[in-house]
């Protein structure tokens, strides 16, 4: 499935400018990645699972189409993926969250796992995976290998940022997987960091730099 990218959104592209400025304080960075997270997770909850209800507003009934949130689970690839939930938690607060503990080993960029708090099982679930940045895929496809094994109904990918490289094998191992992206960006270098990117999303978020 084609990602879904929404950088010609002038919003999108503004906070953006804001995340990939180096200027831009931790607590900013924070806050920008929120809002922006807010946006994404919005578009991707069009697939989420929903139902037909009647509310009593303080006039007369209002017929209206609802959002299942138990049925919805947030899973943030740690650290990264904490600067997502808060705007997930936000849009549909019942929903549980589960993180899962990812590194990136900086020499072989091969995904190291250290921790996870999922159940055993997610079937009848729709699982929104959290990490702002998408770069060989390791550390997504291994969370999405993870929860396929889980059994939910969908596996959605929620980041701020893209390379073409980890999109393709994302994509590739997981055909139906339907991606939700703020930029698309052009490459990664031979460190494997997204060009141009917004250099390390966990250190700007913790101002570990
Ligand atoms: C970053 C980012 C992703 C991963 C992306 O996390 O948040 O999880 O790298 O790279 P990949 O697509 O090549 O796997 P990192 O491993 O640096 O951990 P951190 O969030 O704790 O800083
Ligand atoms: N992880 C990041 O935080 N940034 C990148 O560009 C690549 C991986």
């Known amino acids: ?60 009934p209002a017929h209206i189409r609802r959002i299942i949130e138990r049925d919805v689970v947030g899973v943030p690839i740690l650290r990264a993926g904490m600067g997502m939930e808060r705007a997930f938690l936000r849009l549909i607060p019942s929903a549980p969250v589960h993180h899962i503990g990812v590194r990136r080993d900086e020499a072989t960029f091969e ?15 729709t699982a929104i995976i959290l990490d702002p940045m998408l770069a060989t895929g390791g550390s997504a496809i291994f969370t999405a290998k993870r929860l396929s094994a889980l059994n939910p109904d969908r596996i959605v990918f929620c980041g701020i940022i893209g390379a073409p490289e980890g999109v393709r094998r994302l994509t590739s191992e997981f055909p139906d997987m339907a991606v939700f992206l703020g930029a698309l960006d052009e490459r990664l270098d031979e460190n494997a960091y997204i060009r141009p990117g917004l250099g390390d999303a966990g250190d700007r978020h913790y101002g570990t730099t």
């Not at 180096?22 to 900013?28: L, Q, V």
């Not at 924070?30 to 919005?42: G, P, S």
């Open 111 to 125: 995904p190291n796992y250290y921790y996870d708090s999922l159940p055993e099982d997610l079937s009848g679930k």
């Open 1 to 60: 499935m084609m990602p879904t990218v929404l950088q010609e959104e002038l919003a999108v592209s503004h906070l953006l400018s804001v995340l990939r400025d180096k200027r831009t304080s931790a607590a900013e960075f924070v806050a920008r990645t929120e809002t922006l997270a807010t946006l994404l997770i919005a578009r991707a909850l069009d697939l989420a699972p929903s139902e037909e209800a009647v509310v009593d507003t303080p006039l007369e």
